[in-house]
């Protein structure tokens, strides 16, 4: 039925848009003159549809489930499942569920099948009422909207106002998404630092999150140390920054100022197929290729190497983003006005002089905005670190150790089931809070340094 639903939402929003639009066109052809063109009476209909169809149907599909779920148990108080508790009606419920989707297992009682049967044919009626209160609606509205029409009508300035609303609204939608996911981070935290001393945490040395298997157990407190790890995701992200922001730079110098125009229509695309490659095959690809490699240079020259290195993961790491930082600072170089080249080669400047002393620091803004997204998309990457990296926490500035990063603590510390009233689980909402942090001091930053470059280029 939801698909119904959907069908009859589309169907009146194309017909509000062509009757509308044709009654626009029939007040033109009398003579008359439109206020707006017959286009944003079309649009104003369509939209006057679509929005409120929509969230009607939006927020039936989410409040069905839980108003049927309500009515079923309802209806079993005869069978005592009113007076248990809310986990064993959670069961019943799954188990009615279960029965009604056509999956039943073994012999099951009577009152469950006839609840199964209750519940499809509640789902039934609700599908059926949704599909008739849209067409209901969406009637009333292309009514309301067609009676709308007329030379006067300021069709254009309706479209805005819809628009605009949808605008915001989207916009509200994001900054209360950011903030829920900052209060859900600052709430587990703070469960954590109830458990666990905020100085342990910030400066604590050893990263061993433990947790007592059985009461009275020794030795199983644990030490949550963020240090090893911090330490361990900033080896990795500059071993790879290292790599990828030099060799991204000069591709994206040669191939803006140059390469032919045959060259860079070739290289670009192919270059640029490296951001699509799945991470897991750059984790083959540091695990199979390069930690080998590296292992084999070091015992040359005796060097002890371990198995799994910040050297792979990160250089590996530095090859994955060499396509964001080589195509924004293209874009950004591509953004230079034109006078500002030709006036540097006019003055008697050569191509190198006048990229490095006017086109490169015109396009910092830009390219400082793909540095930073590339430092984002680094301190964010897991599975090369899981594969080439290791999982051990280990105090060492050494790209040639085993060390692990904030993300893979995090998925390592929720793997499985997880109970969160223990140190060890809401420990990775501790890392969370603090990766947050530290993403956000490198957005300030990056900002600071954009603003400047602009002042001085303004």
């Keep these: 039925m939801t698909s119904a639903a959907f069908l009859v939402l589309l169907a009146a929003t194309l017909a509000g848009y062509w009757l509308n639009r044709r009654a626009a066109r029939e007040i033109r052809d009398r003579g008359e003159r439109l206020h707006s063109l017959a286009g944003y009476h079309g649009l104003f209909a369509a939209l006057s549809v679509l929005v409120p169809v929509l969230v009607l ?45 056509g999956r039943v297992f073994g012999s099951p009682e009577e009152w469950k099948l006839a609840a199964a049967d209750r519940l499809n044919a509640l789902r039934h009626l609700s599908g059926w009422l949704m599909v008739a209160v849209s067409a209901l609606l969406s009637a009333a509205i292309l009514f309301y909207t067609r009676r709308r029409v007329s030379a006067g009508f300021r069709a254009r300035d309706a479209v805005e106002r819809i628009v605009s609303g949808l605008m915001i609204f989207c916009s509200l939608v994001a900054i209360f998404t950011t903030i829920g996911i900052v209060l859900a981070l600052v709430f587990e935290t703070s469960k954590f630092l109830s458990m666990v001393p905020l100085t342990e945490f910030l400066f604590g040395l050893n990263w061993e999150p433990q947790i007592p298997i059985r009461e009275g157990q020794i030795a199983a407190e644990g030490a949550f140390g963020w240090i090893p790890v911090l330490v361990g995701t900033l080896v990795i992200t500059v071993v790879a920054l290292a790599f990828a922001v030099p060799v991204g730079l000069f591709t994206a110098i040669y191939l803006n100022e140059f390469a032919s125009p045959r060259l860079r229509a070739v290289a670009k695309p192919v270059l640029e197929i490296l951001a699509g490659v799945p991470t897991v095959v750059y984790g083959f690809f540091a695990i199979l290729v390069v930690a080998p490699a590296i292992r084999s240079f070091g015992a040359s020259l005796g060097i002890p190497v371990s198995p799994n290195t910040a050297l792979a993961a990160g250089g590996v790491m530095g090859v994955m983003l060499i396509p964001f930082i080589s195509s924004f600072a293209d874009d950004a170089l591509s953004a230079v006005p034109r006078a500002l080249r030709d006036g540097a080669l006019a003055l008697g400047a050569t191509r190198a002089e006048t990229m490095l002393n006017v086109l490169f620091p015109a396009a910092i803004p830009g390219i400082v905005g793909g540095v930073l997204l590339a ?48 140190p060890k689980t809401l420990a990775a909402f501790a890392l969370g809070m603090m990766l947050f942090i530290v993403t956000l001091m490198i957005n300030v930053l990056a900002l600071r340094i954009v603003r400047k470059y602009r002042e001085i280029y303004d």
């Design 57 to 101: 149907v939006l927020a039936w599909l989410l409040l069905q489930g839980p108003v049927i779920d309500r009515i079923v148990l309802a209806g079993l108080a005869d069978e005592g499942v009113g007076g248990l508790g809310a986990d064993q009606r959670g069961l019943i419920l799954s188990e009615i569920k279960s029965i009604a989707a």
């Design 375 to 422: 430092v984002s998309r680094a301190i964010g990457e897991t599975m090369i670190v899981v594969m080439a990296a290791g999982l051990i926490a280990r105090l060492t500035i050494n790209p040639l150790d085993s060390v692990t990063t904030i993300t893979v603590q995090i998925v390592t510390l929720l793997i499985g089931d997880t109970s969160f009233d223990n």
